[in-house]
């Protein structure tokens, strides 16, 4: 199975930290973001995957380079100008079509879920596009996506609704898509694919638009968007069935202490005092600071909480 990773986004809510990093690649927990996604689709049994890039590119690349598992294939899709998600889509398309059905997953997230069992009613159902949902109280936050009582798409956010909902869940940016699908996307480079692909054909009656909503359980998701979830995320990390982060991480020379991770090669200068604080690889953290809730990287504290200012 042949799968994507869009990672090609400038990344503007996660700044000033994607000035020195691009989104996907930055670390969580010592580990490239991305590195999280290529582990998880290595033990799914996907063994191709190619990943946009647009901003940053090559620190992307290395990340991905570093953290490719054994056995998986990992090729690139660069974007001079970013496409959205349908235009990366589009322009990964005779990759993706090689592959019937095929995954597109977005690269700032941890994300931990049974892969096959979704393939498998994806076929048996005979969908062109398969959208996984999770059952998350953060529907308000998030915004969420009705199905009917077949599992057909009937709502999306405030945006479409045709009614008929009995269903609904957040959209965790995991999509299985036959390659059929592939051949109607829209012929233009730049758009998105839930607004610009797949709501047009809904609402000129497409039956074969589907989605399947899995409980918290079922569906391990993190996003990682913006700072506040970046640090949330580094702190308390959810528990992945297909990667030990921690032990990895500490193979490499990274530190953890009560909300504290310390980067490979991280230096503290006397008397500093730290709390809810992300320091990269390789910094060195000047004597005297006192920070709370934020990130220490490319010389500087960044606060990641409001009301957490550089001290």
């Not at 049994?45 to 570093?66: F, Q, S, T, W, Y």
């Not at 892969?115 to 949902?133: F, I, N, Q, S």
Request: aromatic fraction near 4%.
């Amino acid at each position: 199975m042949r799968a994507m990773i869009q990672a090609a986004g400038l990344g503007t809510r996660m700044r000033p930290l994607t000035h020195l990093c691009p989104k996907s690649a930055l670390p969580v927990r010592g580990i490239p973001m991305i590195g999280y996604a290529l582990a998880w689709l290595a033990s799914q049994g996907v063994r191709e995957v190619m990943v946009n890039l647009h901003h940053l590119p090559e620190l992307l690349r290395e990340a991905v380079e570093h953290e490719r598992p054994s056995g998986l294939a990992v090729s690139f899709s660069p974007e001079p100008e970013p496409l959205g998600t349908g235009g990366g889509i589009r322009r990964a398309r005779a990759f993706l079509r090689e592959s019937d059905p095929c995954l597109v997953i977005a690269g700032d997230m941890l994300l931990d879920l049974e892969l096959a069992p979704l393939v498998a009613l994806h076929r048996a159902r005979g969908d062109a596009v398969t959208l996984v949902l999770r059952d998350d109280p953060r529907g308000d936050h998030f915004g969420t996506i009705g199905l009917d009582g077949e599992g057909r798409v009937r709502r999306i956010a405030r945006r479409l609704d045709l009614g008929s909902e009995v269903e609904s869940g957040v959209y965790p940016s995991v999509r299985i898509l036959s390659a059929r699908a592939l051949e109607g996307l829209p012929e233009r480079e730049v758009f998105v694919d839930l607004d610009d692909w797949l709501a047009p054909r809904l609402r000129a009656g497409d039956q074969s638009i589907r989605g399947v909503r899995l409980s918290a359980e079922r569906c391990i998701w993190e996003p990682v968007g913006n700072p506040t979830e970046y640090l949330r995320t580094n702190l308390h990390p959810p528990p992945l069935s297909y990667l030990d982060a921690d032990a990895r991480a500490r193979a490499r020379g990274v530190r953890f202490g009560p909300e504290l991770v310390l980067g490979a090669g991280a230096e503290l200068g006397p008397d500093v005092e730290l709390r809810r604080v992300v320091v990269w690889d390789g910094e060195k953290v000047p004597a005297g600071l006192r920070a709370r809730g934020g990130v220490f990287a490319g010389g500087s504290f960044h606060p990641c909480e409001p009301g957490e200012p550089d001290r």
